[in-house]
């Protein structure tokens, strides 16, 4: 076949060929990992920098594949997300969350608020709510020990359904946070109207924080922001010394990020809590 020929000859290219069925192998065995227990939640503290102590963690979820190894949710989650397979996913990140958090909780440690992050796709289902229901029923968790990390792209459309969703969530008593803030697509009068808990500042702002006047004012000005709309925040991707002094300086409420700890498997993030017991 021809290099750069018609459109007819690029569908046959041997290159595309070997890209799809690599995605089509990687569909067939997402679509398996789940009933083969593949999937695994990794946990990275949340740490709340008024008083030094862990608030809670982000669940994460980690693929591990038989043969393929650890693959990262960078990976597989945009094809879990076009294929839907990220609903029962994602409900299976939920429960799996509440219940190691309820268990915690039975073994004396001081209260965690897990976090779960939620896509789109998954929040839009009709019976999401009921979703969240069970998986606290389920596991005995008290709702304000769990916490949803939705997106700003959530609210690009249906605001009725949204509004209606927030507001039974609500009442529920789970907390709502907003994930990669600043790199959606919305605006600003959603944070009022959604009445959220938290505002996760992106971690592209934080990279250089230190270093471009920008994301130092952009930061500073969503932390003042936060403060005044009585909604936490909570900075994402803190790697070093410096950037954690900025944003103590700034009076951010709490971080995240490799300069405290990296995801962990479930074990090794109790080994740290009971270490700070
Ligand atoms: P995210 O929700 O923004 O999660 C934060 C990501 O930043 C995680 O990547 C985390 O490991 C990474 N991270 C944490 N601290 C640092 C740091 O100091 N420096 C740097 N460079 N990175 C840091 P991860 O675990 O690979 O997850 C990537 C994305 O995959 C997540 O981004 C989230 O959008 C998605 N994801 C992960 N688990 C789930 C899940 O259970 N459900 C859904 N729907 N999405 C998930
Ligand atoms: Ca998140
Ligand atoms: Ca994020
Ligand atoms: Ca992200």
Redesign the pocket.
Known sequence: SKEKGGNSYNYYHPDMNKRSLHRLNMEINLRKALERGEFRV?Y?PIVNLKNGTVFGM????RWIHPEWGMI???EF?PLAEETGL?VP??NW?LKQACVQNKEWQRQGYAPLVVS????AI?FHQLNFVQIVMDALDESGLSPDLLCL?ITENIAMNNVPYILDTMQKLKLLGVRISI??FGTGYSSLSYLKRFRVHTLKID?SFIRDVTSDEDNAAIVTALIAMSHRLKIKSLA????TQDQLEFLISQGCDEI????FS??MPASEFEYMIKENK
């Open positions: 990794f990275q982000e669940s994460l979820v990262s949710p960078g989650i990220i996913i994602g990140v779960v992050n939620i896509s998954q990390e994930d990669d971690q994402e991707g803190v790697e995240q990020g490799y300069v990296k995801p």
